[in-house]
């Protein structure tokens, strides 16, 4: 079982649209969870750190929800520069050694 | 200037050759990272390093070797290059703030085909 699980999408949205990411992970003792952006070709780049209480960065809302072992990405009035693929990212449990990325949801935001 | 740099950018080699991929940065941190990135499957960690006299294997190490020469310099060696190692390979840094993770840096990327 992969550590961090993804839908690969894509997800094909108008601009305006709100839309949702999920991301589950495995590991129940895990301590960060991140939201990094990728555009393609190019290196990630962090996106947002998620935090247990949710937290928001202005159009982008993420959400953690430790009992059932996901984190969410929502994206409010998309952007065409939304486009991009959003990767899940969880640390590891012990000294903070290892992040663990999952694959990636592509999403297009269409005109 | 860029934080964290790689060189080279994009790179072609035949099956059997040695080649080394390389990494600087200029952030003062000092965890430093190799990962490879193939399609579908996100990006996994081959090595890591937390100064230069730590050096820890990740999921994917088979195949690679890596050496910590400085704070600031972190490379990634292929003693024989295969086809399946053909991938988009990135380097990272991050600092550690002793109570949770912290962000990672990422250089631009090396674009390493394996003939």
């Keep these: ?111 | 200037d860029a934080d964290v740099t790689q060189t080279p950018r994009n790179r072609i080699t035949k099956t059997g050759k040695r080649i080394m991929l390389e990494c600087s940065q200029t952030k003062g941190h000092d965890r430093m990272y190799w990962y490879r990135q193939d399609p579908g499957l996100g990006l996994r960690l081959i090595y890591y390093s937390f100064d230069v006299k730590d050096i820890n294997k990740g999921e994917i190490s088979d195949g690679y070797s890596v050496s910590r020469q400085a704070q600031a310099k972190f490379s990634l060696s292929l003693e024989s290059a295969i086809p399946n190692q053909t991938a988009l390979y990135f380097c990272a840094t991050s600092d550690f703030s002793g109570t949770e993770a912290s962000e990672q840096f990422f250089g631009p990327g090396t674009r390493l085909t394996v003939l």
Excluded: H
């Design chain 1, 1 to 111: 079982r992969k550590e961090v699980e993804q839908d690969p999408g894509p997800f094909n949205v108008p601009e305006g649209a709100t839309v949702a990411f999920n991301c589950t992970y495995s590991n129940s003792a895990s301590q960060s969870f991140f939201w990094y952006r990728q555009d393609c070709r190019k290196e990630p780049k962090l996106l947002m750190s998620v935090y247990s209480s949710g937290n928001e960065d202005g159009r982008f809302t993420a959400q953690l929800n430790r009992a059932s072992q996901y984190i969410s990405l929502l994206i409010r009035d998309s952007k065409l520069s939304d486009s991009a693929t959003y990767l899940c990212v969880v640390n590891g449990v012990y000294n903070f050694n290892k992040f663990y990325f999952g694959s990636g949801t592509k999403l297009n935001v269409k005109p």
